[in-house]
């Protein structure tokens, strides 16, 4: 059973637009949340995390806005630009341990 | 240049033979991984070192083995590999054992098994 799921395999939104990628998991005893961006060729790096005791974390264009209750997240890209054309990675642990990954979103920035 | 290194990029196998990867870290880190990153893009951690010592190790087959020598390398070995290990393979490390620490990943070692 998949503890974190992406609800879409891909996305794809006009430069300038907010794109929106969804994440959800099973288990509520997850307490860390961040999401990874992975280009191709590349192993994936940490963009931005969020705790499960906030319900919104900003950084710059990212916003991610987690909902504890219904046990999902959103990762907001403000402003899309073709540069964040990327995979995008939801991630979730308790704690430290072990981090479970979501399979992916692909997000595509047409200029 | 401090980062996760990996080598090779790619390789090309039969079934049955042995293969073995490496991973260095210069990032002075406590904790390295490997994690397998099948066609779909799925992450799943395969093992976790710290301080040469096995913590996680997830249902993975056992013609896999770690291999460390000291904290900044951990290298990855499969005896007899199969079809369904064609994947990409990857390395990462960080500060302390756990999610909630940053993972810094290295560019991934593809292996193909024909």
């Known amino acids: 059973q998949q503890q974190v799921r992406q609800s879409s395999q891909s996305l794809t939104v006009w430069e300038g637009e907010t794109a929106i990628l969804n994440c959800s998991y099973e288990n509520s005893a997850f307490d860390y949340f961040p999401w990874y961006q992975q280009f191709p060729g590349e192993g994936p790096a940490l963009l931005i995390a969020?705790?499960?005791?906030?319900d919104k974390k900003e950084d710059g264009r990212f916003t991610i806005f987690f909902n504890k209750r219904e046990k999902n997240l959103s990762l907001h890209i403000k402003d899309s630009q073709p540069g964040d054309s990327a995979t995008y990675f939801c991630a979730a642990s308790r704690g430290y341990n072990v981090l479970y990954f979501g399979s992916g979103t692909k997000l595509t920035v047409e200029p | 240049e401090t980062a996760v290194f990996q080598t090779p990029n790619y390789h090309v196998t039969q079934v049955g033979n042995e293969v073995s990867f490496n991973c260095k870290q210069t990032l002075g880190h406590d904790t390295m991984y490997w994690y397998k990153q099948d066609s779909k893009k799925l992450l799943k951690i395969m093992f976790s070192?710290?301080?040469?010592?096995?913590?996680v190790n997830e249902t993975v087959p056992r013609r896999f083995s770690p291999q460390s020598s000291d904290k900044a390398h951990l290298n990855l070995r499969i005896k007899s590999v199969e079809p369904e290990d064609s994947a990409v393979y990857l390395c990462a490390s960080s500060l302390g054992l756990g999610g909630a620490y940053e993972q810094y990943f290295g560019p991934g070692t593809r292996l193909t098994v024909l």
């Open positions: 969020i705790r499960s005791v906030s």
């Open positions: 070192y710290n301080n040469k010592q096995l913590i």
